[in-house]
């Protein structure tokens, strides 16, 4: 199985800010398979980027995706008040993993 | 409009059964995998069972295998989710997602609690 471990595990930022979030596997992950996901509480996730750098439908460009094989990167390039969230890494590749997740609290 | 829509959650003993389901609408679900994802109270999101768009293929995590049964009936747009032997730490959230090709997840439902306690 492949782990994917997240960090920082919070990250406290003021809006405006740039935000750095890493996720890093056990293993080599196809980039194909790396997805993001932001989770604001009592709601369900929601689909950021998939195959590491590929924004999905609807979000805004300020969010962005790189790495390959075992270091990914997401960057939110400057913070609005909505987007202060967890947010989760995760594999398909051997079997389907989640990383632990990053919480980006408002300093 | 895509939406996915959970029920059968709520309390049941330690040792019972639950059949959790997902409604699917605004998509053709027979073309997709689709996964069933729980998360703990105050916890991180877990992956526990997806299946093929024909049900020819299903995988587990390790700790639902022999347990949980994931299945789906496509003329309902239905997924489906049989745990049994249910334990304490199946206590969750359980979300049912729709599965694109390259394995992210990129509809899913509100959710429904499961809650195993006596």
């Known amino acids: 199985e492949i782990v994917l471990t997240q960090s920082p595990g919070t990250l406290s930022l003021s809006p405006g800010e740039r935000a750095t979030l890493s996720c890093r596997a056990s293993?080599?992950?196809?980039?194909?398979?790396l997805a993001w996901y932001q989770q604001k509480p009592g709601q369900a996730p929601r689909l950021l980027i998939y195959?590491?750098?590929t924004r999905a439908t609807g979000i805004p460009d300020r969010f962005s995706g790189s790495g390959s094989g075992t270091d990914f990167t997401l960057t939110i390039s400057r913070l609005e008040p909505e987007d202060f969230a967890v947010y989760y890494c995760q594999q398909y590749g051997s079997s389907l993993t989640f990383g632990g997740g990053t919480k980006v609290e408002i300093k | 409009e895509v939406q996915l829509v959970e029920s059968g959650g709520g309390l049941v003993q330690p040792g019972g059964s639950l059949r959790l389901s997902c409604a699917a609408s605004?998509?053709?679900?027979?073309?997709?995998?689709m996964s069933w994802v729980r998360q703990a109270p105050g916890k991180g999101l877990e992956w526990v069972a997806n299946?093929?768009?024909?049900?020819?293929?299903?995988y587990y995590v390790d700790s639902v295998k022999g347990r949980f049964t994931i299945s789906r009936d496509n003329a309902k747009n239905s997924l489906y989710l049989q745990m049994n032997s249910l334990r304490a730490d199946d206590t969750a959230v359980y979300y049912c997602a729709r599965q694109r090709g390259s394995g992210s997840l990129d509809y899913w439902g509100q959710g429904t609690l499961v809650t195993v306690s006596s």
């Open positions: 605004g998509f053709t679900s027979s073309s997709y995998w």
């Open positions: 299946i093929k768009q024909d049900g020819s293929e299903e």
């Open positions: 195959a590491a750098s």
């Open positions: 293993q080599s992950v196809s980039s194909s398979y």
